[in-house]
């Protein structure tokens, strides 16, 4: 017990917690470490490190576990630096660990505010490093720095007011001598914003509202004063293009979620990509994915950056590549935002194709109804927050998707209360899953999970891992072409990135609802991935 106590105060030396931006910009040079939420800041989650191969996967062992006390769902990917791991413990401690041997450094314990009440757990998915310092959101709308060497605050700022609904459940994202963090609460009515702040201060440095005011262009999109409680909120991390200074971010669905009576027009920017200027938050560009959503679909991918050389063009383009919980995968021009290619990756009945300017052609009876209307993806989507994979090595992207699923979508009057949800009615599934087990025991029409292999040239299916439940773990890939990812089924798993084939498997005794990530320690390779609650450490038996 003495022990474990001393352990907790371990203090981590200034050396291994320096992190300048150039070492952000540039993490190919330093594989053996991760420095983002998403591993790099193009998001695609593709490790460069090669030890763990197709060959030698199957003779991977548990190294370590880290047992979180919390109950909460684990839904976070870990940072490591220089010999340090730094990962949270639900709602929002920080702790960091040896990645090694999994001994705790130092333990942050946080009690967030009696009025945070996040819609779908009380959670964080993760920390952001810079200098010596380690960043977190919390539950109750605040954005905290901490020493990266003892764990101690250095700063506590206000994002927003937690008893208005506000929160902040995703990892920072870190860019030059900024944290820029984006708030959740869409379902209480909200009105969504992304926030920079002065990394060594905590002063507020920049504040982009994701539903217009009025005007604003885009607030017509709202009809009267339904701006105001639109929602439009960010769960996920986004991502940075050096080259053009910007930095993506999906948006939330409007408000209220099922009910678009009292918010007619397309309701921008909910369901959409918004491109900012990292140094002012500044709006570029954008696309919607789901003008007038009725349907909870969630714009809050991760935005995968990659330069690919399209059908028809002489040299790589730099786009950007989203798989969307409405059920449809894109390619856009990540500089300018123009449409490339939409293609539906599961079964999708909500609209028909896109018109010239790459609107998606909505079906006419594709609303939701007080009797309720049938569509598919359902409401949890052909996919939802868990991260993909794009691999160079490959040329593939590959998607945790949910394939056959629907739902029908019942339609509630709303009253807007501030700090109470403002849903507007909700979804009834139809489809129920597949018991977890066998996959050959789904039946026909069953949804079901599936790690699908997509050609972004094309967008046409490479091939299929069907799962035996529905997943909500993200993918890792590696130049080595070892695909690693989960499911609800409680099973962690290695596939071939070309083809599909399932390479090794191990039990996690409770469900994977995060991303796996990659380091490597004096030479040897590791993979972690967070499941149940608990955080799990594998490498090649020796």
Not at 458 to 479: H, Q
């Amino acid at each position: 017990m003495k022990n474990a106590i001393l352990f907790a105060f371990v203090t981590v030396s200034a050396a291994q917690a320096q992190v300048g931006y150039d070492r952000l910009l540039h993490t190919e040079k330093e594989p053996q470490n991760w420095l983002t939420y998403s591993g790099n800041y193009n998001s695609q989650r593709y490790s460069l490190l090669n030890q763990i191969t197709p060959d030698n996967v199957k003779n991977l062992e548990l190294q370590w576990i880290f047992q979180a006390r919390s109950l909460e769902k684990y839904e976070a990917t870990p940072i490591v630096v220089d010999g340090v791991m730094y990962t949270v413990q639900n709602p929002d401690d920080v702790v960091a660990l040896d990645p090694a041997t999994g001994r705790i450094f130092w333990t942050f314990s946080y009690t967030p505010s009696p009025d945070s009440r996040p819609c779908c757990g009380r959670l964080s998915r993760g920390v952001a490093v810079l200098g010596d310092k380690v960043f977190i959101g919390t539950i109750d709308a605040r954005l905290i720095a901490l020493d990266a060497r003892n764990g101690k605050p250095i700063w506590n700022v206000e994002v927003d007011k937690p008893a208005d609904g506000y929160a902040v459940t995703h990892a920072p994202l870190v860019v030059k001598d900024k944290v820029i963090v984006g708030v959740a609460g869409g379902e209480y009515g909200i009105r969504g914003h992304i926030d920079a702040f002065d990394a060594a201060t905590g002063k507020h440095a920049w504040r982009f509202y994701t539903i217009p005011g009025k005007g604003e262009k885009g607030n017509e999109t709202w009809a009267g004063d339904s701006w105001k409680t639109g929602g439009a909120s960010v769960w996920v991390t986004g991502s940075y293009d050096p080259d053009s200074n910007l930095t993506y971010w999906g948006i939330g669905n409007p408000g209220p979620d099922w009910n678009g009576d009292v918010r007619a027009g397309d309701n921008l920017y909910s369901d959409s990509v918004v491109a900012l200027d990292a140094d002012t938050g500044v709006l570029k560009w954008y696309y919607q994915f789901s003008p007038h959503d009725e349907f909870d679909y969630d714009s809050v991918q991760v935005p995968v950056l990659a330069d690919i050389q399209m059908p028809g063009t002489s040299r790589p383009r730099k786009v950007m590549l989203w798989g969307n919980r409405n059920g449809l995968f894109y390619v856009l021009d990540r500089t300018s935002g123009q449409f490339i290619m939409g293609k539906p990756f599961v079964k999708v009945t909500w609209m028909n194709g896109f018109d010239e300017r790459g609107r998606p052609m909505k079906v006419a009876a594709a609303a939701s109804s007080r009797e309720g209307t049938l569509i598919y993806p359902g409401n949890q989507g052909g996919t939802n927050w868990y991260n993909p994979s794009y691999s160079p090595a490959t040329g593939l992207f590959y998607i945790p998707a949910w394939e056959d699923y629907s739902s029908l979508f019942v339609k509630q009057d709303a009253t807007y209360v501030k700090g109470q949800t403002y849903g507007g009615g909700g979804p009834r599934n139809v489809t129920p899953p597949v018991v977890a087990g066998n996959f050959n025991y789904r039946k026909e029409g069953e949804q079901y999970g599936v790690v699908r292999a997509i050609d972004p040239k094309t967008g046409e299916k490479k091939w299929d891992f069907p799962l035996s439940d529905v997943t909500d773990a993200g993918i890792m890939t590696t130049a080595s072409n070892v695909l690693f990812s989960g499911g609800r089924d409680g099973y962690f798993f290695a596939l071939d990135a070309r083809n599909g084939k399932l390479l090794w498997k191990a039990t996690m005794g409770g469900r994977v609802t995060s991303g796996p990530m990659t380091y490597m320690i004096k030479g040897r390779q590791y993979v972690a991935v967070c499941a149940g609650n608990a955080l799990f450490v594998y490498a090649l038996r020796q």
